[in-house]
C-alpha cells in the first residue's frame, strides 16, 4: 500500500481511508440558512460556495466545533476547516434514532390515555 502526499489527489479506482475531512469551514460559504432545527442535533445547512458560486447543502465546521463535536474537525494548513462528514452524518443518523422512539414512546403514551 502507497502513501500519496500531494495538494490535489484524484483517482479513477476505489479510495479507502480511515477517514475523509471535506471542506465546510463558514469562510467558505455564502447564504447560509438551516433546513430544519432540533437541539443538539448537528444542523444540515443550505449554502452558496464563494469561490464556484454552486448551491450545496453540508455542515458548519464552526459550529460543530461549538456544539462541543471538535473530534469532527480538522483545521488544514491553510487555516480553513474540513468535517469528517462519513463521522458526522453517523452521528446525526444515531441523534436521529434516539429522537424517533422519544417521539414514538410519547405517540403511544398518548394514544392509551
Known sequence: MAT???????????CYAA?????????????????CTSNNIPQIKEFTWKDTGDHSYGLIAQELE???????????DDGFKAVDYS???SLIIGKLQVR?????????Y????
Do not use: H, W
Open 4 to 14: 500519496v502526499v500531494a495538494d490535489d489527489f484524484q483517482t479513477l479506482s476505489n
Open 19 to 35: 477517514a475523509f475531512y471535506e471542506n465546510s469551514d463558514i469562510n467558505l460559504k455564502d447564504d447560509i440558512r438551516p433546513l
Open 66 to 76: 461549538s456544539m462541543g463535536y471538535s473530534e469532527l474537525v480538522k483545521t488544514k
Open 87 to 89: 463521522a458526522a452524518l
Open 100 to 108: 424517533v422512539k422519544e417521539l414514538e414512546d410519547r405517540i403511544k
Open 110 to 113: 398518548l394514544e392509551s390515555k
